[in-house]
C-alpha cells in the first residue's frame, strides 16, 4: 500500500496549503466538541462542527479536483484520515456508539478468557465473527499499546485500506488516476462513509477487506498475471470471511460473478488464477457459516422479515411510514437541514442518471460496456433505497445498503467526470454539498454529531459521567458476567466498561421491560427475575425526562410495546425486601437482586477489579521507541510499501489463531517486538536503501504544521473528554 508521503512521480506532491486549511477545520471541529462537553455552548456546537466538517473537506477535494500535478491518492488518503479523526476526537477515551460498546465486549472477553469462545449477550453474533477483535488483540499484545490505541490504529489502517481499493479498482477499469480520485471522492459521499463506516464495528474493517481483495483480484484478472497474484485477494477474502457474515457473502459472491461474467466473455486471459480464488473462498465461507449458521440465522432471519413485512406494508392500507425529517421520539429535523438533505439525495439521483447517458464506457482505456452492466444495475438502486428510509423497520437495512450501493455509484461517477468535472470550483461545492448531504442521511440527527447534555435513548449522547461512573463501580465490585437487567444504553455500558451480562432477549433469555414497566412489584416481576437468573437491577432515574430519541428504552421485540416511563415505575424499587441497594449515585442506582434469584449474597471486593489495562499486554516503552523509529526508516524507505493489505490479513487471521496464547507472559511479546524492530532494520539497510532518506525527512517536514494542528486538535479533544472521567479510573487503564 502507497505511504501517503510516498509521491510516485517526483513532479507530483500533496499540497500542504490544502492539507493545513483541512487540519484547521478538524481543530474547529474539536473545538465544537469540547464546546457540546462543556454544556455552556451546547447550543453553538453543532454549527461550529458543521463548519469544521465543510474545512476538513472541501480544501483537499479541491486539491485533488484541481491540477495534475497533485498526487491523488496520498491526498485522498489524508482526506480519509482527517475525517475519521473527525469521528474518532468526538469520543477519544472510550469508543461510545452503541455498536461500538457492543464489539469492545467481545474485545474484552477474548482478551480476559483467551478463547474465541464467549458470548455476548448483546449481539450474539459478534464472537462468531470475531475478526475486528482479533486485529484489535494482535496489535494490543505486540507493541503493548493502551487498548484504545490499538483501537485506534486498526481503524485508521482500515480507513486508508478503502480509500486504497477503490482507487485501485476504479484505476484498473479505467486506466485513469482523475477518474479514480472523483470516484473515492464520490464514495467518501456515501451516507455511511462519514460516521458509521468509522467506528468500531465489524462492518467497519471487512468492507476495507473486501474493497482491497476484489481490486486486487480484478487487477490480476484484467491484467493476466499468475496464480501467485491471487494469493493476497484470498488472504483478505479469508480476513472478510471472518470479520463480517454479509459483507463475506458478497465478497465471494462478486468474485464469482467477476469469474463466471470472465469465463463466458472468454476476456480474461488467467481465469485459472481467479477460479482457484473463487473455489478456495467459497470452500471457506461455507465451512465458516456452517459453524456459524444457528447464531447467524437466528440474528438476521428477524432482521429481514421484518424489514420485508414493513416494505409491503409501506404499499398497503395499514402502512406505518416514518414521518419524514422526524425522529423516533417527534423532534423535527432543522430545516436548512432538510433542504440539505433533499438537494444531495436529489443531485445524486441526477448524477447517477447523467452518468449513464454520458456512456463511459465508449472511453479509450475503460472496460466496455459488458463490464459496466452489473454496475449499472447495482448503482441506479440508490433511488430504492431513499424510498425504503420510509418504512420505520427497513431504514436501517437501506441505510446499510447504501455501503454496496455507492461502490458501483462511485465507479459509475468516477468512469464519466472526464464529462462531468469541467468547472473545477463549482465541481468542488456540488461534491462538499453532495458529503455532508449524505453525512445527514447517514449519520443521525444533528445533536448525535457532537457531545452535550443527556437526551434519553441517544445512544453516546445517553453516556456521561454518572453513567461511567456507575459502570466503573461494577467492574471493581460486581463478579464478573453478572446476570443484570439495564436499560438499552446502559446495559451496554455495563457490558462493556462493567464486564457484566445485560439479560436479552436476542440471547435467549427474556426482555426486562416489563420489570420496568409494573406499576409495583408483581409475581410476574419476582418470576422473570428468578428466570432470567438476574442478580443485579440498574435503574437510571433520567429515563423518565421523555421518550427515546432512537425509539427504544429497552430491546425493540414484538412482546413489548414501550410507552414513556415515569417515576413512579421507575422509583417502585425503593425500600422493597430483596431489592438492596449497594449504588447510587446522583441518577443511577445499582439495586443487588441476590436474595430473590437465590444467588449467592455479595461479598465486599467481590468483583474482579478488571480494568481496561489491567489485561492483554503492557508497553515497554524502550522497545516500543525503537520499534517506531525502525518502523518509520522503513516507510521512509519505500520497503514497506504495499504491504498494509499483507498486516490487516495477518491482525485478523493470525490473532484468531494466536487468542489463547495472549495470556503468555508479557516479556514474550516485547521480545517478539523486538526482533520485529530488528528485522525492520535488517530490511531497511539490506542492499542499500532505495531512496534517499534525508530527503524523506525533508519532505516530511514540510507535513509538520498540519501535523502540530491535528496534534492540538487531538488534545483539545482529549482534555475535554477527560471531565466525563473526573471521578472514575477507567481513564487510566485506557493510557497505563
Not at 464467549?118 to 493502551?146: C, D, H, W
Not at 481503524?155 to 473515492?184: Q, Y
Request: proline share 4%; charged share 10%.
Amino acid at each position: 500500500m502507497t505511504n501517503p508521503l510516498e509521491q510516485t512521480d517526483p513532479n507530483e506532491y500533496v499540497d500542504i496549503r490544502t492539507l493545513t486549511l483541512s487540519a484547521l477545520g478538524l481543530l474547529i471541529s474539536s473545538i465544537g466538541y469540547a464546546a457540546g462537553r462543556s454544556g455552556n455552548y451546547s447550543h453553538v456546537a453543532v454549527e461550529i462542527f458543521f463548519v469544521g466538517l465543510v474545512l476538513s473537506f472541501s480544501p483537499l477535494c479541491y486539491s485533488v479536483l484541481r491540477g495534475r500535478k497533485v498526487a491523488k491518492l496520498p491526498t485522498l488518503k489524508w482526506l480519509g484520515a482527517i475525517l475519521f479523526l473527525s469521528v474518532f476526537f468526538l469520543n477519544p477515551i472510550l469508543p461510545e456508539g452503541f455498536d461500538e460498546l457492543l464489539h469492545q465486549t467481545t474485545l474484552w472477553q477474548i482478551s480476559y478468557f483467551h478463547t474465541l469462545n464467549v458470548s455476548n449477550s448483546l449481539l450474539p453474533i459478534s464472537p462468531n465473527y470475531p475478526g475486528l477483535e482479533s486485529a484489535t488483540l494482535f496489535i494490543r499484545s505486540f507493541t503493548g499499546l493502551p487498548f484504545n490505541a490499538s483501537i485506534f490504529l486498526v481503524l485508521l489502517f482500515a480507513r486508508l485500506l478503502l480509500i486504497d481499493g477503490i482507487f485501485r479498482f476504479v484505476n484498473c477499469v479505467t486506466s485513469n488516476e482523475t477518474m479514480s480520485a472523483v470516484a473515492v471522492l464520490a464514495y467518501i459521499g456515501s451516507p455511511q462513509f462519514y460516521s458509521f463506516n468509522a467506528g468500531y464495528s465489524y462492518e467497519t474493517l471487512a468492507i476495507a477487506l473486501a474493497a482491497q481483495s476484489v481490486s486486487l483480484a480484478v487487477c490480476a484478472a484484467r491484467r493476466g498475471l499468475a496464480k501467485k497474484a491471487y494469493f493476497l485477494p484470498l488472504l483478505l477474502t479469508m480476513a472478510t470471511i471472518v470479520t463480517h457474515h454479509i459483507v463475506g457473502f458478497v465478497t465471494v459472491g462478486a468474485l464469482l460473478f467477476l469469474y463466471l461474467y470472465l469465463l463466458i466473455a472468454k476476456r480474461s486471459q488467467s481465469p485459472r488464477g481467479l477460479g482457484v480464488l473463487v473455489f478456495l473462498s467459497a470452500v471457506f465461507l461455507a465451512l465458516w457459516t456452517s459453524i456459524s449458521f444457528h447464531q447467524l440465522y437466528t440474528y438476521l432471519q428477524p432482521i429481514f422479515s421484518s424489514a420485508l413485512r414493513s416494505l409491503g406494508s409501506l404499499f398497503g392500507h395499514n402502512a406505518s411510514q416514518r414521518e419524514l425529517f422526524h425522529g423516533a421520539s417527534g423532534i423535527a429535523t432543522p430545516l436548512p437541514e432538510e433542504i440539505i438533505m433533499l438537494l444531495a439525495a436529489g443531485l445524486w439521483c441526477l448524477l447517477i442518471a447523467y452518468s449513464i447517458y454520458s456512456r463511459p464506457w465508449r472511453q479509450d482505456g475503460v472496460i466496455s460496456k459488458k463490464y459496466f452492466i452489473p454496475i449499472v444495475a447495482i448503482a441506479v438502486l440508490f433511488p430504492f433505497t431513499l424510498v425504503a428510509r420510509l418504512a420505520p423497520l427497513t431504514a436501517e437495512v437501506a441505510g446499510r445498503s447504501t455501503t454496496f450501493v455507492f461502490f458501483a455509484i462511485a465507479v459509475l461517477v468516477g468512469a464519466a467526470s472526464l464529462k462531468l468535472v469541467k468547472n473545477k470550483l463549482l465541481a468542488c461545492i456540488g461534491m462538499t454539498l453532495l458529503f455532508v448531504g449524505s453525512m445527514m442521511l447517514g449519520s443521525g440527527p444533528d445533536w448525535s454529531y457532537v457531545t452535550g447534555p443527556y437526551i434519553v435513548g441517544g445512544d453516546n449522547r445517553s453516556i456521561g459521567q454518572p453513567s461511567m461512573d456507575a459502570a466503573t463501580w461494577a467492574s471493581e465490585n460486581l463478579p464478573i458476567t453478572s446476570h443484570i437487567a439495564a436499560d438499552r444504553d446502559n446495559g451496554a455500558l455495563m457490558a462493556a466498561v462493567g464486564h457484566l451480562r445485560p439479560v436479552t432477549a436476542i440471547s435467549g433469555s427474556l426482555n426486562v421491560a416489563p420489570l420496568y414497566y409494573s406499576k409495583s412489584i408483581t409475581s410476574s416481576d419476582i418470576s422473570l427475575i428468578l428466570k432470567a437468573k438476574i442478580r443485579f437491577l440498574v435503574i437510571d432515574t433520567r429515563l423518565e425526562r421523555g421518550a427515546p430519541a432512537f425509539g427504544n428504552y429497552f430491546e425493540p421485540t414484538s412482546s413489548v410495546k414501550e410507552a414513556t416511563l415515569t417515576k413512579k415505575e421507575l422509583s417502585k424499587f425503593q425500600g422493597v425486601p430483596g431489592f438492596e441497594l449497594i449504588y447510587h449515585n446522583r441518577y443511577i442506582s445499582i439495586y443487588d437482586l441476590s436474595s430473590i434469584s437465590g444467588l449467592p449474597t455479595l461479598n465486599e471486593n467481590s468483583g474482579t477489579t478488571l480494568t481496561i489495562g489491567d489485561y492483554g499486554g503492557g508497553i515497554s516503552w524502550g522497545t516500543f521507541i525503537l520499534f517506531a523509529a525502525a518502523l518509520i526508516m522503513a516507510l521512509l524507505a519505500g520497503k514497506l510499501k504495499d504491504k498494509l493489505a499483507y498486516l490487516m490479513s495477518l491482525f485478523v487471521l493470525g490473532g484468531m489463531l494466536l487468542v489463547p496464547a495472549f495470556g503468555l507472559p508479557k516479556i514474550i511479546f516485547q521480545v517478539a517486538l523486538a526482533i520485529t524492530t530488528f528485522g525492520l532494520y535488517v530490511v531497511t539497510v539490506r542492499g542499500g536503501i532505495e531512496v534517499e532518506i534525508s530527503k524523506k525527512l525533508r519532505l516530511a517536514v514540510r507535513f509538520l504544521v498540519p501535523a502540530l494542528i491535528i496534534a492540538v486538535s487531538a488534545v483539545i479533544s482529549i482534555v475535554s473528554a477527560l471531565t466525563m472521567f473526573s471521578t472514575s479510573s477507567w481513564h487510566f487503564g485506557l493510557f497505563g
